[in-house]
């Protein structure tokens, strides 16, 4: 059993339209939780952390934790065809808070 | 600044030769990662450095894998001998200190062994 998991997709969305991804962990211990974005071709790069349950906004992204179900989600409000890429869920793991245990990633298409 | 720098972008090589990544980590950061990603496996974490030393490589996969960072500015994964399975992407991250928790990654290099 993959400890971060994610749905791999494909999402596809109309422009405009709100992305949902979501992402759930098996280690109970973890505390730090990421999303980052990855272009085809590209490195990740980080958009949102979120370390406590509930909420968080940045823009037209906001991030969900809830830790009793171990689980993570990203919404992208307004989505536009520049936020085509795959999205990976990234969990520090119990006992280091440096290491990052990856879920596969969801490709999500926004189609214009 | 101009970003974790990584050598040599693509790297095509035969099973059996020595293969040698390297990664030159943001000015000033503390810590540096060395990551892999295939299609089959995602992205993984070989091995990271806390000012040169390296404190966890658990996740390197065996000992045909080593790295090493002699300076904080320069870092090595190196692979001998290479097997095909070895393709990938290999990442290099660097992180400013145990305050911060950005990974910043830098372009990776693309390994094929045929």
């Known amino acids: 059993q993959k400890e971060v998991e994610q749905n791999s997709g494909p999402l596809s969305v109309p422009e405009g339209a709100i992305a949902s991804l979501n992402c759930t962990y098996s280690?109970?211990?973890?505390?730090?939780f990421f999303w980052y974005r990855q272009y085809s071709g590209k490195s990740p790069e980080l958009i949102m952390s979120i370390y406590s349950n509930g909420d968080k906004e940045d823009g037209r992204f906001t991030a969900q934790l809830n830790k009793a179900s171990q689980y993570v989600s990203l919404l992208i409000r307004d989505s536009q065809p520049s936020d085509s890429a795959t999205y990976l869920c990234a969990v520090t793991t119990s006992g280091s808070a440096r290491q990052l245990t990856f879920g596969s990633g969801t490709q999500l298409t926004v189609l214009p | 600044d101009a970003g974790v720098i990584q050598s040599p972008r693509h790297e095509v090589t035969e099973m059996g030769q020595e293969v040698t990544l390297r990664c030159k980590p943001i000015s000033g950061h503390d810590y540096l990662f060395w990551y892999r990603q295939t299609m089959m496996r995602g992205l993984e974490l070989l091995i990271y450095f806390n000012n040169n030393v390296p404190i966890d490589d658990s996740g390197m996969p065996e000992d045909r894998f080593s790295a090493k960072m002699p300076n904080a500015s320069f870092s090595t994964l190196k692979i001998q001998p290479s097997e095909p399975r070895d393709s990938a992407v290999y990442f290099c991250?660097?992180?400013?200190?145990?305050?911060?928790?950005?990974?910043?990654f830098g372009p990776g290099t693309r390994l094929t062994v045929l």
């Open positions: 280690d109970r211990g973890s505390q730090s």
């Open positions: 991250a660097s992180q400013r200190d145990a305050n911060t928790d950005t990974q910043y």
